[in-house]
T-cell receptor
Framework: KQEVTQIPAALSVPEGENLVLNCSFT??????LQWFRQDPGKGLTSLLL?????REQTSGRLNASLDKSSGRSTLYIAASQPGDSATYLCAVRGGADGLTFGKGTHLIIQP | DVKVTQSSRYLVKRTGEKVFLECVQD?????MFWYRQDPGLGLRLIYF???????EKGDIPEGYSVSREKKERFSLILESASTNQTSMYLC???????????FGSGTRLTVV
């Protein structure tokens, strides 16, 4: 059964720093990988989607990479801002039956 | 943009009540999903549906059922609510093409 792990579980950094969030998964037979953001008490907002054939995706200050063979993905956030404070979730799709989620990284950007 | 709308943000129900959580999507997506999210456990898949009147069990279907009478609407039903079903419930949809999932804003259910 697919398992997704996110490291670190929590991270606090000063504003302006570049940072990396890590995601690993146990079964490399994935269809795609998706990064989400969740604000407290709210739903999930999709940030980036990487297909299994892709190596990376970029959106503004965000860059996500995928190394399917080693079961790893990273989310890079450049020039962090207080508004980036949220929980970041990594999820993999292994087939037709939904996503498998990591437990998230709780990120705090200090002004 | 695709919208997934969950009818209630907050619900408080009594133990033993029958509870309906409604989810509607506006982009003609074939696939719809219900998850629950709990601290320390993350998001877990309850049920999903590939098409109208079709349903499949996810990882934790016990105590729940679903209904999909129309393509745009997917309902989660708690037949007899219990306190251990207090949770955040999230609905999602996607198409069959390689597009990502879109989530609703969630329903925080408290069973007392």
């Amino acid at each position: 059964k697919q398992e997704v792990t996110q490291i670190p579980a929590a991270l606090s950094v000063p504003e302006g720093e570049n940072l990396v969030l890590n995601c690993s998964f146990t079964d490399s037979a994935i269809y795609n990988l998706q990064w989400f953001r969740q604000d407290p008490g709210k739903g999930l907002t999709s940030l980036l989607l990487i297909q299994s054939s892709q190596r990376e995706q970029t959106s503004g200050r965000l860059n996500a990479s995928l190394d399917k063979s080693s079961g790893r993905s990273t989310l890079y956030i450049a020039a962090s801002q207080p508004g980036d404070s949220a929980t970041y979730l990594c999820a993999v799709r292994g087939g037709a039956d939904g996503l498998t989620f990591g437990k998230g990284t709780h990120l705090i950007i200090q002004p | 943009d695709v919208k997934v709308t969950q009818s209630s943000r907050y619900l408080v129900k009594r133990t033993g009540e029958k509870v309906f959580l409604e989810c509607v999507q506006d982009m003609d997506h074939e696939n719809m999903f219900w998850y629950r999210q709990d601290p320390g456990l993350g998001l877990r898949l309850i049920y999903f549906s590939y098409d109208v009147k079709m349903k499949e069990k996810g990882d934790i279907p016990e105590g729940y059922s679903v209904s999909r009478e129309k393509k745009e609407r997917f309902s989660l039903i708690l037949e007899s609510a219990s306190t251990n079903q207090t949770s955040m419930y999230l609905c999602a949809s996607r198409t069959g093409t390689p597009i990502g999932y879109t989530f609703g804003s969630g329903t925080r259910l408290t069973v007392v």
